[in-house]
């Protein structure tokens, strides 16, 4: 069975803080991607990788910045978080034409 | 615009019911097409790929249809097992699999 897991389910950060959101896999995939879901507006991309140290922009990127040092290890960086970026976070990893997700992280910003 | 829409629902229906959700995409050069299943504070996951000949799995019948840039899912003899929300995804690109997501349409199953 595939695993994604993520580092924390709830997170409570203050604005202006530094969070960093870890994502790893066991299925040695190459693909790895994160979203935020959002009620009404679904999954939307933020970052995804495609190798080590390859990083492509997805649909909303400002304001975060990603790290994959290692293929089963993905995270995603807000630089300075903001009200805004309150939110559930999604990782996910793909190896064929199905992603499997992490149980998310709910990230409160106060 | 957005790239993929779904009726939001929420769809109450009785157990046993037949239910069928719509979507419609923009891309018309989009690759290929999916539908999850994420139930309430789980993440989503594959319930089925969107064939244009039609797929059938069980109880749930997929539709595609490219002229239209339509994607339907029938769901016969509902469970209370399948209240969940549905996502329709689209592939536009092929390769990395870069997906974009429906914001999901709600079902209720009730007794």
């Known amino acids: 069975d595939v695993k994604v897991t993520q580092s924390s389910r709830y997170l409570v950060k203050r604005t202006g803080e530094k969070v960093f959101l870890e994502c790893v896999q066991d299925m040695d995939h190459e693909n790895m991607f994160w979203y935020r879901q959002d009620p009404g507006l679904g999954l939307r991309l933020i970052y995804f990788?495609?190798?080590?140290?390859?990083?492509e922009k997805g649909d909303i990127p400002e304001g975060y910045s990603v790290s994959r040092e290692k293929k089963e290890r993905f995270s995603l960086i807000l630089e300075s978080a903001s009200t805004n970026q309150t939110s559930m976070y999604l990782c996910?990893?793909?190896?064929?034409?199905?992603?499997?997700f992490g149980p998310g992280t709910r990230l409160t910003v106060t | 615009r957005k790239e993929v829409e779904q009726d939001p629902g929420p769809f109450n229906v009785p157990e046993g019911a037949t239910v069928a959700f719509n979507c419609t995409y923009s891309n018309s050069a989009s690759q290929s097409f999916f539908w999850y299943r994420q139930d309430c504070r789980k993440e989503p996951k594959l319930l089925m790929s969107v064939y244009s000949s039609g797929n059938e799995d069980g109880r749930f019948t997929a539709q595609l249809n490219r002229a239209s840039q339509y994607i339907s899912l029938l769901i016969r003899d509902s469970k209370l097992s399948d209240s969940a929300t549905y996502l329709c995804v689209v592939n536009p690109f092929g390769g990395y699999n870069k997906l974009i997501f429906g914001a999901g349409t709600r079902l209720a199953v009730h007794p």
């Open positions: 990788s495609y190798d080590v140290k390859m990083k």
């Open positions: 996910a990893s793909n190896g064929g034409y199905e992603q499997y």
